[in-house]
């Protein structure tokens, strides 16, 4: 199937998840690595010679991707740094407090790891800072596979550091075994604090 290429200016983190892990569809790329504007759905049936099922697929794809674009746009009415105070609405572990105290404790201990390695002790206080935040966007609200994901495009669609971004992106690294850890200082000191 495929989609209309006004899509594309989604980031291809988002619209890979949308069809890889809500509609179970395989995302197509260009010889240069960048997403396509088509997808492969795998049926269990002898064909489909009017095509209904593409159009049924593309469809469902064009509401999902209608949703993420929504998403984006209002998320960005809002600055990772003024949800930080929001951060103090949501509850990370009854006895821990929210994620704002846990935020606070993060920076702490970022900084601590900071002074040892010597990293770029700005950089490292604005992820640990942000970090969490997109856990408040309707985005993540939706696609919670794309927590960390997410606050690093934001914080990259909003200005901050590319430092600070890839930080953020990152601090999940990582989520197993075979996964590679964060791919800068910064990131490696925000995901372990």
């Known amino acids: 199937g495929s ?4 899509y594309l200016e989604l980031p291809k983190e988002i619209l890979s998840t949308v069809m890889r892990h809500h509609q179970r569809y395989f995302s197509v790329t260009t010889k240069d690595g960048s997403l396509a504007p088509e997808f492969v759905a795998v049926t269990n049936t002898d064909g489909d ?9 593309e469809r469902v794809l064009r509401a999902r991707f209608n949703d993420a674009r929504f998403f984006w746009q209002v998320d960005q009415q809002k600055k990772l740094i003024d949800r930080v105070a929001d951060l103090a609405k949501v509850t990370f572990q009854a ?6 105290d846990k935020t606070d404790r993060v920076q702490k201990l970022a900084a601590d790891i900071t002074a040892k390695l010597g990293a770029d002790t700005k950089a490292v206080d604005r992820a640990s800072l942000l970090a969490k935040c997109d856990l408040t966007t309707d985005m993540v609200k939706e ?6 994901v997410v606050g690093g495009l934001y914080a990259r669609a909003q200005g901050e550091g590319e430092d600070v971004a890839l930080a953020i992106y990152d601090h999940y690294r990582p989520v197993n075994m075979d996964d590679a850890i964060p791919r800068t200082l910064e990131g490696q000191i925000v995901a372990i604090a």
């Open 95 to 100: 006895k821990l407090g929210t994620y704002k």
């Open 49 to 57: 010679p009017d095509g209904l099922i593409r159009q049924g697929n």
């Open 143 to 148: 696609f919670t596979e794309l927590q960390g």
């Open 3 to 6: 989609f209309d290429a006004s």
